[in-house]
């Protein structure tokens, strides 16, 4: 099992920047693939970029494509969120999740979750 707690959300303006952590406890924080989703007001929680668990590869959705890198270090125990180039669509609750196994794009593949960090992102 897995616990996860994210920071560095805030306040940003359109053009700016943030990075995100993603703070891993609980055993063999190596062998779980790590993604980031996000959630705009009264919009459904939407897959924005993972990182596998092995071979270090990600993946992004076409909207962060370009302007978002995940990574992680395994020696802390944390992936990283760096975001550049925000716009304010990029507004949102943004949340790390957890998986024993193959990442995938839906909310119902991850079975572990932190609690959201707030980025807003003004015009």
């Known amino acids: 099992q897995v616990q996860l707690v994210e920071s560095g959300g805030g306040l940003v303006q359109a053009g700016g920047s943030l990075r995100l952590a993603c703070a891993a406890s609980g055993r063999a924080f190596s062998m779980y693939a790590v993604g980031w989703f996000r959630q705009a007001p009264g919009k459904e929680r939407e897959y924005a970029a993972a990182?596998?668990?092995?071979?270090?590869?990600?993946s992004y959705a076409d909207s962060v494509k370009g302007r978002f890198t995940i990574s992680r270090d395994n020696a802390k125990n944390t992936v990283y969120l760096q975001m550049n180039s925000l716009k304010p669509e990029d507004t949102g609750v943004y949340y790390c999740?957890?998986?024993?196994?193959?990442?995938?794009?839906?909310?119902?593949?991850?079975?572990?979750w932190g609690q959201g960090t707030q980025v807003t992102v003004s015009s």
């Open positions: 999740a957890a998986v024993w196994g193959t990442p995938g794009s839906q909310t119902t593949d991850w079975g572990y």
């Open positions: 990182i596998s668990r092995s071979d270090y590869s990600a």
